[in-house]
């Protein structure tokens, strides 16, 4: 069955960066696209940009150009969203999720917490 | 881009109701050379990822149970829930994936038992 298992929960000062994986399970990961989606606390979804698990290509939501980057590791079928220069609004939970046309697949979520 | 409208933000509907959720997008999501429109909703229960439930505005993702309907074609759909049952508590979503990037989702309606 498919799984998409996102690493744990972070807490991060203003400023810093945070990496969160999730790694892929049960299906072909070059077939498919991995998607990062965020959750502010008691908001609706953003989306926050794709990467082609077959090539590496990718697109960004234009407001987080600069301080995102989405990599993937194809030998782990795993998936990382780096972002950068954090600030008390990104507190959020992160998603990865799989995505052809549409996110039929979730990861579990990871709490990203921006704190002094 | 495109702008993506629920109503409405909240709704309460008795247990074996029908509930009608409504999107509205600030273009057309109809792709005219396969006649398909390009509409999906998602189901998200407190503390758990969403869940697709809906794509292409109509087709029901493998498991989602029958009372679940989704109708619609250009700019304005329809999530419909023929019988309330309690597992139904959510929050509901609606996205385009037409004209990307950027991917876009409603706001959300809040859906609960009165």
């Known amino acids: 069955q498919v799984q998409l298992v996102q690493s744990g929960a972070e807490v991060k000062k203003p400023g810093a960066s945070v990496k969160v994986s999730c790694k892929a399970s049960g299906y072909t990961f070059t077939s498919y696209g991995i998607s990062w989606v965020r959750q502010a606390p008691g908001q609706g979804l953003e989306w926050m940009g794709w990467i082609s698990a077959y090539n590496g290509n990718t697109n960004y939501a234009q407001k987080l150009q600069g301080r995102v980057t989405m990599t993937t590791d194809t030998s782990t079928s795993t998936a990382y969203m780096e972002l950068r220069s954090l600030r008390s609004d990104d507190t959020a939970v992160y998603y990865c999720?799989?995505?052809?046309?549409?996110?039929?697949?979730w990861g579990q979520g990871t709490l990203v917490t921006v704190s002094s | 881009d495109i702008v993506m409208t629920q109503s409405p933000d909240s709704l309460a509907v008795s247990l074996g109701e029908r509930a009608t959720i409504n999107c509205k997008s600030s273009q057309s999501v109809l792709y005219s050379s396969n006649n398909k429109n390009y509409l999906a909703w998602y189901q998200q229960k407190p503390g758990q990822p969403p869940k697709l439930l809906i794509y292409w505005a109509s087709t029901r993702e493998s498991g989602v149970p029958d009372r679940f309907s989704g109708s619609g074609s250009g700019t304005d759909f329809t999530l419909t829930i023929s019988s309330l049952q309690a597992e139904d508590v959510a929050v509901y979503y609606c996205q385009q994936y037409y004209r990307t990037p950027p991917i876009t989702f409603g706001q959300g309606t809040r859906l609960e038992i009165k």
């Open positions: 999720a799989r995505w052809g046309l549409t996110f039929d697949y």
